[in-house]
């Protein structure tokens, strides 16, 4: 009984490989000329996306005549749409990945291979100077993550296959960025899964460790978690030095206050942006986040002052004036 429901699977298993296979094909087919837009190594790249852009895949037993189906890995799984999507779209995957990834199974020498680092293309490159990778770099390897956890790298973070610019990017918001760059630090440290991988330490309760912060939701909405936990940098725009939590911010004026650090983090582009384009900022961090002095204008302030004191005055010296004439 039980080789005859274990042939019934298999035979099972089979046709729902070829119907998943004809299925993403038809669905490719459909695509595929939108890709090429921006792509011209589209029909190369479907070898891998074949298995890539699906949740399972099969191991063919050519020995036995076997098929066995598989689940895809949830971190190896890339689909074209997020692929042609995002920052490096035009790329071929082999232009990335060794040429042994052409045999499947995939040998383990391939599967072990060193990535590229971020430097070793962008790096020293007048096209990307504005990026500043250099001193991207240098901050990174200055971070708790490059000093504290062995062989980490820009990819733990940064995933190359769906990698794209938020804030500062055109038809971003900084909500949308806000919450975008969040799930990056959040995909380990609140994923315990994928944080043991990385370090010895016992499992984090984000809220707990947070519990001294007011109004929790609306501050991990409103701003990204590097707001806090890197120390300000006036050459790149998106700060990498990640300081141990001992150093984090946790003073409220720091951010709000009439020299909030959040201009020199969050509100950095829109405040270069607002400032080309109208001459002020304090639009762009009003419109975001509730700063105390934010539309100050030391002008108007001592008029304000004058006025208020010549107000004093002109009722005290009422005040006098009538005590004396009713003597």
């Not at 971003?172 to 899964?193: E, Q």
């Not at 978690?225 to 300000?232: F, L, N, R, V």
């Not at 201009?263 to 961090?285: C, D, P, W």
């Amino acid at each position: 009984m039980k080789k005859i429901t274990r042939i019934l699977l298999s035979i099972f298993l089979a046709f729902s490989a070829g119907t998943m296979a004809q299925s993403d094909s038809a669905t490719s087919d459909l695509n595929l000329d939108a890709y090429r837009q921006v792509n011209d190594f589209v029909d190369e790249n479907e070898s891998c996306f074949e298995c890539h852009a699906n949740t399972k895949y099969v191991l063919i037993d050519e020995f036995f005549g076997r098929e066995i189906m598989q689940s895809m890995c949830k971190d190896k799984i890339v689909t074209r749409d997020e692929y042609y999507s995002m920052v490096h779209n035009s790329f071929a995957c082999l232009d990335c990945h060794a040429y042994e990834y052409e045999e499947f199974p995939h040998p383990l020498e391939a599967r072990l291979e060193q990535p590229y680092q971020c430097i070793d293309c962008h790096g020293y490159d007048e096209n990307y100077a504005h990026f500043r990778f250099e001193d991207i770099e240098m901050e990174y390897m200055e971070s708790v993550h490059a000093k504290g956890i062995e062989n980490f790298s820009c990819w733990k973070c940064h995933d190359p296959h769906a990698y794209k610019l938020t804030i500062g990017a055109d038809g971003t918001s900084i909500s949308d960025g806000i919450a975008y760059n969040n799930d990056i630090c959040l995909s380990c440290h609140s994923d315990f899964s994928r944080f043991e991988l990385l370090t010895e330490r016992e499992e984090i309760n984000i809220l707990e460790t947070h519990d001294w912060l007011p109004n929790q939701a609306t501050h991990f909405g409103s701003v990204r978690c590097i707001e806090c936990h890197t120390s300000i940098s006036d050459s790149t725009f998106v700060a990498h030095h990640v300081l141990s939590s001992d150093k984090a911010v946790k003073k409220c004026a720091e951010c709000h206050s009439k020299n909030s650090i959040l201009m020199a983090s969050l509100y950095k582009h829109e405040a270069k942006e607002s400032r080309r384009r109208y001459g002020f900022i304090n639009g762009v961090i009003l419109n975001e986040a509730y700063v105390i002095g934010a539309n100050r204008n030391t002008f108007l302030s001592t008029i304000g002052i004058i006025l208020f004191l010549a107000t004093l005055g002109g009722v005290s010296i009422h005040i006098i004036a009538r005590i004396i004439y009713k003597k």
